[in-house]
C-alpha cells in the first residue's frame, strides 16, 4: 500500500485529531497541484511532518528509467514497484492535449501474439495507487512544462478489466480528486465480456477501445486466444449493450500485420463488424510496432500502401477510420512494444 491507495475517507479518519478542511487541503494538494504531503506548503509542519514519517503513505513507484521522442513530446518511463515488479507508462503531448498511456498490471496474461507485453508474461494486478500515482507523476511533469494533463488511456501493460476493482476504483477517484471528465478517459480490453457487460452497468461514460484485429474467429483465436472463451459475436453483443446503456462510441483498435490481417477481404469483414453497431464503431488502424527484443519478428508491418488501401476501403464503406500515428516506436513507447525488460547496461540510453 501507498500514498494513493487511500480515499479522502481514509484520511478522515487518519486524522480526526485535525478539521475536515485540513483533509481537503491535503486531497487537492496530492491529486490537484501533484505535490508531496511534505510539499503542500498550505498545511501545518506538524501535519505534513505526521503525513511525511507514515510508512504506508510513501510514493508506490520507484522511477528507473526514462526515455524521450519525438522533440520531448513522448516519454517513455520505467518504474519499479515494492516487490521488484517493473511497469513501462508513456506520456505524450500533441498542439491540442496531453495524453498519458498507464498500465493496469505487471505484465499481462492475455498473450496476444504480436505484442511485446504479453510474451514478457504476466506477474501481478497493480493497486488502485500504483495505478494513480502513474498518472501524479506525469501530471507533475506536464505542469512542469507548462502543460495540463487532459487524458488518460488504459492501453499500457496489461488487461484493465482483468484487474476490474482497482482499474474502477482508479477511474472514480481521478474523476472526483483531478476532475477529469470520464469522456477523456479511455479503458482498452482484448475482449473480456463479463468486464464490458460490468462496466455498462456503471454510470460511468468513459470510452472503451476494443483490441480486435481480425474480424473472423479463426483467426481473432490465433492472434488473440482470449476470444476462443469469448468470441467475436459474443463480444459483439457486449459492445452493443454497452453502446445502449452509456451512449458511448465503441472504438475497435486493428493493428496491421502484413499478410495476415491486411487484405481487403479483411477490411470487409471489418466494416460489417463496424457498421453493424449503431452509432458505428470508430476504427483506429496501427501500423505494427516491432518490438527491441525480436520476440515477434515472425510477424511485420503492412506497407504503406497496404494501409493505405485498407483505410480506402473502409472509408467507402462508411466507416469511420483513422490512421493513428506511430508515437515513440524508437524508444520502444509504441503500441504492443511495452515490456519493462531492460537490462541495466541499457540505462544510458533512457
Known amino acids: 500500500m501507498g500514498l494513493y491507495d487511500f480515499d479522502q475517507e481514509w484520511f478522515e479518519d487518519f486524522l480526526t485529531e485535525y478539521p475536515a478542511f485540513r483533509v481537503r487541503q491535503l486531497m487537492h494538494g496530492l491529486y490537484g497541484n501533484f505535490l ?3 510539499d503542500i ?3 501545518p509542519a506538524p501535519l505534513r511532518s505526521k503525513l511525511s514519517l507514515e510508512d504506508k503513505l510513501r510514493p508506490t513507484l520507484t522511477e528507473l528509467a526514462r526515455s524521450s521522442s519525438d522533440r520531448g513530446q513522448t516519454t517513455k518511463y520505467l518504474f519499479r514497484l515494492h516487490d521488484g515488479a517493473q511497469i513501462e507508462s508513456v506520456l505524450m503531448h500533441s498542439p491540442k492535449r496531453s495524453t498519458i498511456c498507464i498500465s493496469s498490471q505487471a505484465g499481462c496474461a492475455m498473450a496476444c501474439e504480436f505484442c511485446a507485453t504479453g510474451d514478457a508474461g504476466f506477474k501481478r494486478h497493480l493497486s488502485v ?3 494513480i500515482e502513474q498518472v501524479i507523476v506525469a501530471a507533475r511533469d506536464a ?4 502543460r495540463r494533463l487532459d487524458h488518460i488511456v488504459y492501453m499500457g501493460m496489461g488487461e484493465p478489466l482483468a484487474n476490474y ?11 472526483d480528486y483531478v476532475g477529469l471528465s470520464a469522456r477523456k478517459i479511455t479503458l482498452s480490453t482484448v475482449g473480456i465480456v463479463p468486464g464490458i457487460k460490468k462496466l455498462s452497468g456503471e454510470k460511468l461514460p468513459v470510452n472503451l477501445a476494443v483490441s480486435l484485429h481480425a474480424a473472423n474467429d479463426t483467426l481473432r483465436s490465433q492472434l488473440v486466444p482470449i476470444n476462443k472463451k469469448y468470441p467475436i459475436d459474443m463480444l459483439i453483443e457486449a459492445c452493443r449493450e454497452y453502446l445502449e446503456k452509456t451512449n458511448r462510441r465503441i472504438s475497435f483498435e ?3 500485420i502484413k499478410d495476415v490481417n491486411d487484405s481487403e477481404r479483411d477490411a470487409l469483414e471489418l466494416a460489417d463488424l463496424a457498421l453493424s453497431l449503431t452509432p458505428s464503431a470508430h476504427v483506429n488502424l496501427i501500423p505494427l510496432n516491432p518490438t527491441s527484443g525480436g520476440e515477434v519478428l515472425h510477424f511485420s508491418p503492412s506497407p504503406l500502401r497496404q494501409i493505405q488501401n ?15 500515428r506511430t508515437r515513440g516506436q524508437d524508444i520502444d ?17 533512457y
Open 36 to 38: 508531496l504531503p511534505a
Open 41 to 43: 506548503v498550505g498545511l
Open 129 to 131: 495507487g500504483e495505478i
Open 143 to 146: 505542469k512542469k512544462d507548462g
Open 165 to 175: 476493482n482497482p482499474v474502477l476504483a482508479s477511474v472514480r477517484r481521478l474523476l
Open 254 to 256: 486493428w493493428a496491421l
Open 310 to 324: 485498407f483505410y480506402s476501403t473502409l472509408s467507402g464503406l462508411g466507416v469511420n477510420a483513422t490512421i493513428r
Open 333 to 349: 513507447a509504441a503500441c504492443g512494444q511495452l515490456s519493462a525488460r531492460i537490462s541495466l547496461s541499457r540505462r544510458s540510453d
